[in-house]
């Protein structure tokens, strides 16, 4: 179910939808300078948004990292936070409008050789496949594959940088530049739907799983995604069980 932006307070004076946005931009970690750098903040106001952020519980200390400066990992709550809107409840109909126009664009997309990136897997999940007409967000997972070969000798930076010029966007930094490509194809699927909330693959993979929880395979090797699931869900208990002796509990 997607968790209404509406209903969360702000963190550090922060509003909900700028903490979501450092949420959904760390890509589940970060350092604590990182804030500095992207959101200009100055050190002292960094680390007060990280530790309020860490005191409600949208983050917690990575402890495996060796670095001076503190990392974070973000918690389930903290993703159900990247996944939160805003946006009105729809009704079921126009819930399954939203999906089929998405899965348009999908195949507009991998069948664009333009677009530097491809959509090798999709799942819906959330409310979506949930009793009810009136639905929260479409919920979707995208998996997203490079059209080109990562090679040792970086020959994709420049492809890639030269993609982002092209597109006759500003850029503030190299990582932005590598970072169009996928960027442009989340925007194409997104179209600016504000009742479809795309996640990337790896966060479907690293969301909590209840009893609850259901998804279904629109794009891809359902076998193939159930294996991945059920990794990831071992993965997560390991890391609770690390967590725990580290601590001591």
Known sequence: MTLDLNSVAPVAGESPKQIREILRRSRG???????????????????????????????????????????????????DLTRASAAKRIKRETAIAVLSEFIERVQSVNSSPGYLYFVKRVAVFGSFLQHGER?????????????????????????F????????????SLEEEIFWPRQEV???????????????????????????????VLLGDANEVRREVAA????????????HLDSGS
């Open 29 to 79: 970690r970060f350092r604590e300078d990182w804030l500095s750098d992207v959101f200009r903040y100055d050190r002292l106001r960094a680390k007060e948004i990280v530790k309020a952020m860490e005191s409600v519980g949208y983050l917690r200390r990575d402890l495996r990292a060796s670095s001076p400066i503190p990392w974070y990992a973000i918690t389930d709550a903290g993703r």
């Open 135 to 159: 639905l929260g967000d479409v919920d979707v997972a995208v998996d997203l594959t490079s059209r080109v070969v990562f090679d040792r000798e970086h020959k994709w930076v420049e492809l």
């Open 161 to 172: 940088q030269k993609h982002a010029w092209a597109s006759g966007r500003d850029f503030s």
């Open 186 to 216: 989340h925007l194409a699927l997104k179209s600016r739907k504000r009742s479809l909330s795309i996640q990337s693959w790896r966060s479907f993979l690293e969301m909590e799983k209840t009893k609850e929880f259901r998804y279904k």
């Open 232 to 243: 990831a869900q071992r993965r997560q208990q390991q890391e609770l069980i690390a967590e």
